[in-house]
């Protein structure tokens, strides 16, 4: 091979590899491009995430102080009751639980005698979060209708009550609530109760009393909210009872080595081995 020809097809292979060479850096330039584009894209898209994110955690926020303004003061039920406490823990800021308390003059049956009474409830809205509080508003409102219905004496007829104006509020949607209510008679200590699928405990002498409430519950079924009845439990309390209102969240709150559903035997275990402290 002459030198000529060495030179011709070296100067043919240097110049192949220069231009795989430019179209590899060219092929780079662009993808790094794209790379960059991408990336600062992304850095846009998280920025509208984060301030969307902000946006929606600052409604949630103010909904919950909405919410807490509208759930009685521990100064205000301690005008009824020294020795009582709230466990009130909602699980996604706000709630579709809440609680109730009223002080009101009732007129006893078959007289025309009025006494203190104070009216409680714990009630538990369908769903959770933001559809749940929503509920729980609805339900607090009218609740505070029931105390200003001067036709309304007993907690059974203060659920009727409240489920025929579920239902009318809510029209053709199949949402509702379950409710525990009762009222004290500040004087002579009868308690009255009504419940929606959740019952009411009285712990007397280490053991556990369950009235039970009626299966079934506040404005679910809108066919029914005229004829829904519910029943009026009467109970005699004593000096040194322990009443308590109560949703399911506590007994079916997921935990444990096994993360299983706290449930309801453990709950009376709790309630017993406790209530005899502060």
């Known amino acids: 091979m002459h030198f000529g ?18 179209l590899l850096i060219h092929s780079r330039t662009k993808l790094t491009k794209r790379e960059i584009i991408a990336r600062l894209e992304l850095i ?18 103010y909904a919950e102080r909405i919410q807490n303004a509208l759930l009685p003061s521990h100064e205000k039920i301690a005008q009824s009751f020294n020795d009582f406490f709230i466990f009130y823990k909602p699980k996604d800021i706000i709630s579709g639980d809440f609680y109730w308390y009223a002080k009101v003059e009732a007129t006893l049956h078959g007289t ?24 729980s508003i609805i339900g607090s409102t009218i609740l ?44 002579s200590l009868q308690l009255q109760f009504a419940g929606a699928n959740n019952p009411i405990y009285i712990i007397r002498n280490k053991k556990l009393i369950e009235i039970k409430a009626d299966k079934q ?9 005229e004829i829904k009845i519910f029943a009026n439990h ?32 453990q709950f009376h275990e709790l309630l017993i081995e406790n209530y005899e402290k502060p």
């Open 5 to 22: 020809d060495i030179l011709t097809n070296g100067g043919l292979l240097t110049g192949s590899v220069a231009i795989f060479i430019i």
């Open 44 to 61: 846009e898209s998280n920025k509208e995430l984060a301030i969307k994110n902000r946006d929606i955690f600052d409604s949630i926020n």
């Open 112 to 135: 025309h005698q009025k006494e203190e009474v104070a009216v409680l409830a714990a009630v538990d809205c369908t769903g959770h979060g933001v559809p749940g509080a929503l509920m």
């Open 144 to 187: 505070n209708q029931t105390i200003a219905n001067a036709a309304m004496n007993t907690p059974s007829e203060a659920l009727s009550f409240l489920n025929r104006q579920i239902s009318n509020t809510l029209n053709t949607i199949k949402d509702g609530m379950d409710i525990s209510l009762c009222s004290i008679n500040l004087k």
């Open 217 to 225: 519950s506040i404005g679910a079924d809108v066919e029914d909210a």
């Open 234 to 265: 009467i109970f005699q309390l004593e000096k040194g009872d322990c009443v308590y209102l109560f949703t399911d969240g506590y007994a079916d709150q997921f935990g444990g080595n096994l993360g299983k559903k706290f449930k309801y035997k």
